[in-house]
């Protein structure tokens, strides 16, 4: 079965630090991936997403991601972090079973201290 | 905007009671969706739903079924709540074809406690 996995479940940064989630998932077919965001109290949202092309994905609020097949990776990165970004990040990838299953890692926890 | 509307943001049932988690989206979407998310362990698949009347299982379908006899509304019924159904529960939906996604729509979510 598909797997997503995200290392880091919490992590601890001060404003104006650079950031890097990481991301893993075990398909070795076509994929697409994404990852979604979600600030307390508030529903799910994307920030971003690859189906093809670029590797090198930009998304919302500053965010990129850049897919690295040969590693399996899609790791998210921000240059300078702020408080408003402390949230629960989730990478996610489709299955392989032709629907539009997304399988999700476990999240990770971001708490920007001002 | 799309919007993914979950009739209630909280509820809290005692064991052995049925409970009903409806969700209704906006958009003509073909795809619905239900996970509940816990601490720790992300977001996992219940069921879901492609068309109207079709269901399938997702990764952890045992206490739960679904019904979908509308497009537009996906409920999930827990037949029997049990405390270890203690959890938030989302509701998704999304609009493309089989072979590709363009991400899902998540409604605000219903946190459920069964006491």
């Known amino acids: 079965a598909q797997s997503v996995s995200q290392h880091n479940h919490h992590v601890i940064l001060s404003e104006a630090a650079s950031l890097e989630l990481g991301c893993n998932y075990s398909?070795?077919?076509?994929?697409?991936l994404f990852w979604y965001v979600q600030y307390p109290g508030q529903h799910l949202q994307l920030l971003l997403k690859y189906f093809s092309g670029d590797p090198l994905v930009k998304g919302i609020k500053g965010f990129e991601a850049e897919f690295i097949k040969s590693k399996f990776s899609f790791n998210l990165r921000k240059p300078s972090v702020q408080w408003s970004d402390t949230a629960e990040y989730f990478c996610?990838?489709?299955?392989?079973?032709?629907?539009?299953?997304?399988?999700f890692g476990t999240g990770t926890r971001l708490l920007v201290s001002p | 905007d799309v919007k993914v509307t979950q009739s209630s943001r909280y509820l809290v049932k005692r064991t052995g009671e049925k409970v009903f988690l409806e969700c209704v989206q906006d958009?003509?979407?073909?795809?619905m969706f239900w996970y509940r998310q816990d601490p720790g362990l992300g977001l996992r698949l219940i069921y879901f739903?492609?068309?109207?009347?079709?269901?399938e299982k997702g990764d952890i379908p045992e206490g739960y079924s679904v019904s979908r006899e509308k497009k537009e509304r996906f409920s999930l019924i827990l037949e029997s709540a049990s405390t270890n159904q203690t959890s938030m529960y989302l509701c998704?939906?999304?609009?493309?074809?089989?072979?590709?996604?363009?991400?899902?729509?998540f409604g605000s979510g219903t946190r459920l406690t069964v006491v």
């Open positions: 996610a990838v489709t299955s392989n079973t032709g629907f539009q299953k997304l399988v």
């Open positions: 958009m003509d979407h073909e795809n």
């Open positions: 739903s492609y068309d109207v009347k079709m269901k």
């Open positions: 998704a939906s999304s609009l493309s074809g089989r072979d590709r996604t363009d991400g899902y729509t």
């Open positions: 398909y070795g077919g076509t994929v697409n």
